[in-house]
């Protein structure tokens, strides 16, 4: 998979993309990842990259001819079929206005071939960037950044491990926090013991089975795998409803998943 990013700071990624799975993959040939400069596509003697906008307003924001010129220069399929599905490349330009990123997002990202990130700086970018190059507007969540930088990092990070061979254990990103059930069926994975399916995850203890008179709990050394798929489940459960109880009403709860949850409520979830 292959990932352009359109910045004006192309140094920052000089660290972001040199540690862990990202760098691992890139190494192995898995994914490619280019930063493009957008200021290497003005036409002036200054390089300039952003101007005052129309109607006024504090700030400065991004001009789309460096934006469009680079992204032409790319040789990417046209938007129509961009947005179809002909052509597994998408477009994205980072926004504090743009769609929520999340797991289901990533993993959409991970099915195409290729993705161009487009970082956004100053009060923002031309907005017929927006309208008629991008096929989307991200956002990395309801906070304002200094730039799309941060945000375009992110994202090849949590894209690149769904790559595959990306991990060393593919099942990995199937049972982490936020992972859809639809992910772990495409893999023909079992969904039962591990697989969050929307839910945080479970926590998880190693060794030494007792650490300074914390003791790890008595399910998981007991050797019954449907006591611990069920307490792995009952304490997701119960994480995702004092962490983050929004998530509950977007994931299919089972009848079990119904009683666990009711036990919770009535104070008998336990953490034996």
């Known amino acids: 998979m292959k990932f352009d990013l359109l910045t004006i700071f192309p140094d920052f990624f000089r660290g972001p993309m040199d540690h862990g799975i990202v760098r691992r993959a890139r190494e192995a040939g898995l994914i490619d990842i280019q930063v493009r400069d957008l200021r290497a596509f003005t036409r002036d003697k200054h390089r300039t990259v952003d101007d005052r906008p129309f109607g006024g307003g504090e700030g400065m924001v991004l001009k789309p001819e460096p934006i469009f010129e ?3 220069s790319l040789a990417i399929a046209p938007r129509e079929a961009r947005r179809s599905g002909a052509a597994r490349e998408s477009v994205v330009l980072l926004s504090p206005q743009g769609q929520l990123f999340n797991q289901r997002l990533a993993e959409e990202f991970a ?7 487009i970082c956004g700086r100053y009060e923002g970018v031309d907005e017929r960037v927006a309208e008629h190059l991008a096929d989307r507007e991200v956002s990395v969540g309801d906070f304002v950044l200094s730039g799309g930088e941060l945000g375009a990092a992110l994202i090849v990070d949590a894209v690149a491990r769904l790559v595959p061979g990306a991990l060393g254990n593919e ?7 936020f992972s859809s059930l639809r992910a772990v069926k495409a893999a023909g994975e079992p969904d039962a013991t591990c697989a969050s399916g929307g839910l945080l995850d479970y ?14 709990p ?11 798929r069920r307490w792995r489940r009952r304490r997701a459960l119960e ?3 004092r962490n983050r109880p929004d998530l509950l009403t977007q994931v299919a709860l089972s009848d079990e998943d119904k009683s666990l949850i009711a036990e919770l409520g009535n104070g008998r979830g336990g953490r034996k």
């Open 70 to 72: 680079c992204a032409e």
């Open 111 to 117: 099915q195409l071939e290729r993705l161009v990130i």
């Open 171 to 177: 099942a990995s990103s199937k049972q982490e926090s």
């Open 203 to 216: 926590p998880h203890y190693t060794r030494p089975a007792d650490f300074r008179g914390l003791p790890v």
């Open 218 to 228: 008595e399910v998981l050394v007991n050797g019954n795998h449907e006591e611990i």
């Open 239 to 241: 994480k995702t409803l």
